[in-house]
């Protein structure tokens, strides 16, 4: 069976002609007349559906296709015309009730037709290219129903009344709503448009022009955001109820454009109301209402972006001249992370933690924290009044959150080389006192300074704690070596590496004979074990445990500093000592001495000594005596140094022009190290290259820059271009 060839089967027309009845297609005609009237009369349940797509069939496969299909129009059209009139007389609200009956009617009608003439739809249609059975229907009642003249305007102003209606607050029936837009959607995009949209859009822009011109005179500017957002979420809610989804994209620009691009500066700028007054008052949920209506228009961010730039420059501006604010440095600091948070906070929770805004407030902060030349050094000073007692009871992790918000302040300082100096001067007294509240915290920072500024910037300030911890092993071999001294006076040293700790001129004092001999002692077990060193003694950072008995054989223990140590001392061997006599015994520089006294003689409290005549200032006819009458509830106490928190003006001169010399290798470092790369460069190229390497430690100023160029030309490391004097060209 498989092997035998398949056979192909063909039918083949009639050999002999079929006679019609030439009446045929006028009576088959009259019947598919009559079930369209029928159906259009809801009579359709007596028709023989078969028997009609018979005889549709028939009258196509015979070649009527033409006068079935042009009795199809007719017929439908004179059905439509009547449909219309019905439309017409219905009276105020059920005008809109009866075209979507009728529409329902008739869509109900035309796919019954479309049943009976589907095989007119299949073959007689796409070979004479007319419109299919169900589109012509569609045409049909828009040209005869939709566009009558006397619907026409009718139902597009009885559209816009209900949309008018529902937008003073009444309830309209959305349903009717829905199902009519679903109509002119249905038949076609453009009637819809044409029709509706086009006006409804028009009419809408009108409505929020005047609306919002009203409420932008009566309303403050956070209410007017109200107002204008309920509307944009009122109109997004329309368009999901009954209107084309594409409406959406246009309703709302409307309702952007005449509600909030039109007033925008007005709303910013509204007094007592707008954005600077909310920035003020965090004011979070109108600051929100605002960044997200305004991101929606044009230039809308951007114009609350000037605006805040502006505010907070000027704000941070009075905070960082104000000569109040700069008495107290911690404060002056501590004011310039509150204001940070604020901002923060802001961007955060009303500005979506847009990346636009975080740079305007980095770029303003940036801006003010370096009109004040002082703000290395307070914020140092800040982290110095943390480090030493600010921390205490502290958690590890509020204490990192602290430190990482110094360290932001720390990133917008263009002069981070002074912050530096400064840094190593108060964490070299906060180690050398032993004052520092944790040394995890003191790591912790230089780590992140280290992340921040690289190696070169810390290595010193590690090279401090190196030298803490080498000091206590040194110690211990010492008293290892002198086990007699155990019972005498106690020293204990620190040895500084010269280059790694802040650079003190070497001032030295007569210590009393018994600390003398120690420290004797320790020059020589120190130069003993270790060959090519030399040791300076820095007394004036140096602290000292004095056991002391008053007059009425009270006894305390007093934490002093070496030079007060000196002075008291000398007591031992006399009741009264007149300035010039102290100032000979112990040869303590004078401005030192002063502050010492003052601070033994003239403190409340801590006034270990009586200074005669009594007077707040040190003079050099004071006398003084051992207070007899001292007392305290502590047994332990602190005598501090009376000594400025904030350096004074010669000073701030000093650390100033250390700074200055400090920049001059570094820049030349970079010159060379760019025009060694570049081989030759002109002078304003050159000058951008230099402060571009160096701004991540502080910001080069030209004319320094300039010098350095000059004096590398006399060194003969570069030379000028002969032709063009502004060329330079390394020389290797």
């Known amino acids: 069976m498989s092997n035998q060839k398949k056979r192909n089967f063909q039918i083949e027309a009639f050999k002999h002609r079929v006679v019609m009845d030439p009446k045929y297609a ?16 809801h009579n359709a349940s007596g028709l023989s559906f078969e028997e009609l797509y018979r005889n549709a069939y028939n009258m196509v496969l015979h070649k009527f296709g033409e006068k079935l299909y042009s009795g199809l129009v007719a017929t439908m059209t004179g059905h439509l015309k009547d449909i219309a009139q019905s439309v017409e007389a219905a009276q105020g609200g059920s005008f809109l009730e009866e075209l979507n009956r009728k529409w329902n009617d008739h869509n109900k009608a035309l796919q019954m037709i479309r049943d009976i003439l589907m095989y007119m739809d299949r073959t007689y249609i796409p070979s004479t290219q007319k419109t299919p059975v169900h589109e012509l229907g569609l045409n049909l009642w828009k040209e005869n129903v939709i566009y009558s003249s006397q619907i026409r305007t009718r139902l597009l102003n009885t559209l816009l009344e209900l949309v008018h209606s529902e937008r003073t607050a009444e309830v309209i029936d959305r349903g009717i709503m829905r199902n009519i837009t679903k109509m002119l959607m249905d038949l076609g995009p453009s009637v819809y448009g044409q029709e509706f949209e086009t006006h409804f859009l028009q009419v809408s822009a009108e409505f929020y022009r005047v609306e919002s011109q009203k409420f932008i005179e009566c309303c403050d500017c956070g209410d007017y955001l109200k107002k204008a957002e309920r509307r944009l979420n009122e109109e997004m809610e329309r368009v999901s109820h009954y209107l084309d989804s594409r409406t959406e994209k246009k309703i709302t620009n ?122 290395p050094e307070f914020i140092s000073l800040f982290v110095d009044d943390k480090l030493r007692k600010g921390l205490k009871g502290v958690s590890e992790d509020d204490v990192e959150v602290t430190l990482d918000k110094v360290m932001m302040l720390f990133r917008y300082l263009q002069e981070k080389d002074v912050f530096e100096k400064y840094y190593k001067q108060h964490l070299a007294k906060r180690l050398l006192s032993g ?26 300030l ?5 030298d803490m911890k080498t ?86 223990e007093l934490n002093v500093s070496t030079y007060q140590m000196c002075v008291l001392m000398l007591f031992n061997n006399a009741d009264r000592l007149s300035y010039k006599e102290i100032e000979q015994a112990t040869e303590i520089p004078a401005s030192d001495l002063k502050r010492c006294l003052q601070s033994l003689a003239l403190v409340k409290g801590r006034n270990v000594l009586r200074k005669e005549p009594m007077g707040k200032e040190i003079v050099e006819d004071d006398a003084f005596f051992v207070n007899d009458k001292f007392s305290s509830k502590l047994y332990k106490v602190k005598i501090g140094t009376v000594v400025a928190q904030k350096e004074s003006e010669p000073e701030k001169q000093e650390t100033r022009q250390r700074v200055e010399e400090d920049r001059k290798p570094q820049i030349e470092a970079a010159i060379v190290r760019i025009m060694k790369s570049r081989k030759q460069l002109d002078h304003n190229n050159l000058i951008a290259e230099v402060t571009k390497q160096l701004q991540s430690r502080f910001l080069a100023n030209p004319t320094e820059v300039k010098k350095r160029i000059e004096s590398l030309i006399e060194r003969d490391f570069l030379e000028r271009d002969d032709s063009d004097r502004r060329l330079y060209r390394y020389l290797a």
Not at 332 to 357: C, G, H, P, T, W
Not at 437 to 457: M, N
Request: charged share 25%; with cysteine.
């Open 254 to 375: 409307v309702v952007e454009k005449e509600m909030i691009e039109n007033h925008m500066l007005r709303l910013i700028h509204m007094e007592n109301s707008g954005l600077v007054h909310m920035l003020c008052d965090d004011k979070y949920e109108d600051l929100s209402r605002m960044y997200n209506l305004f991101r929606r228009v044009t230039d809308g961010l951007s114009k609350i972006r000037e605006v805040m730039t502006s505010h907070m420059r000027e704000s941070g501006k009075q905070l960082v001249t104000d000569p109040e604010r700069l008495k107290d440095p911690v404060e002056y600091v501590q004011r310039l992370l509150d204001e940070k948070d604020k901002y923060d906070k802001i961007i955060n929770l009303a500005f979506n933690n847009d990346k636009s805004f975080q740079n305007a407030l980095n770029s303003s902060f940036e801006y003010f924290i370096n009109l004040n030349p002082r703000s």
């Open 26 to 41: 006028d009576k088959t005609w009259k019947i598919l007349e009559h079930a369209i009237h029928e159906i259009y009369n």
């Open 462 to 466: 590690e090279g401090m704690f190196t």
């Open 435 to 460: 004052k520092t509240v944790s040394d995890d915290a003191e790591r912790s920072l230089i780590v992140k300074l280290k992340t921040e500024c690289g190696y070169q910037f810390t290595s010193k």
């Open 471 to 556: 000091s206590q092993d040194t110690m211990q071999g010492f008293y290892g070596c002198h086990p007699e001294l155990s019972d005498g006076p106690t020293l204990t040293v620190q040895v500084l590496t010269t280059g790694s700790w802040p650079t003190q001129s070497s001032v030295t004092c007569n210590l009393p004979a018994e600390m003398s001999t120690l420290c004797e002692k320790f020059r020589s077990y120190y130069l003993g074990t270790h060959t090519g060193r030399r040791l300076s003694w820095q007394t004036n950072m140096g602290t000292a445990d004095l056991k002391a008995t008053f007059g009425k054989g009270q006894k305390h």
